[in-house]
């Protein structure tokens, strides 16, 4: 496809048909057109992967390239029921429930993940758990002083 020798006309049957960007047809960085499955339309440049897929003798039976984005969950066509996004995994669900699972998942790992850092890092969290405990203190000793202010009948 020689963009430089195709008529206007052309072009912008390509862009209306195909979901190329204007900047892709016209200069510009690469873009195109995807629809993600909340129903959203986004432009990003296509993430084209070659792919390979041998036969059980290790012979190429088909070999080209994809777009990883559409593994990503975008679409080329807006979807007819809409997912739900997940903010969690930057993905989409079909169901509230699956995103609260992917939540609790999701926090899980966090937890995990940072109780390995903790006790592959001890140094580093020392300071922190200090500033943590000194808030904490301050924090009921504030409590204390507004029970007592209350006490006397003032007001802070
Ligand atoms: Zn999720």
New binding site residues.
Partial sequence: MDLSKMSKEEKRHLVETQGFVQGDVWGGPRKKRYYTPDGRVVYKPPSEREFQRLDKNGKVVEQGIRDANYDEGLLDTMPTELKLY?R??D?W?DTEQ??ED??AK?KKLETWGMEMARRMHPKDFEKADKMAEFEDRLNKQDEKLDAILKAVGGKR
Wanted: net charge positive; glycine share 0%; aromatic share 10%.
């Fill in positions: 997940c969690w995994c993905k669900h699956q995103i992917c939540k999701q």
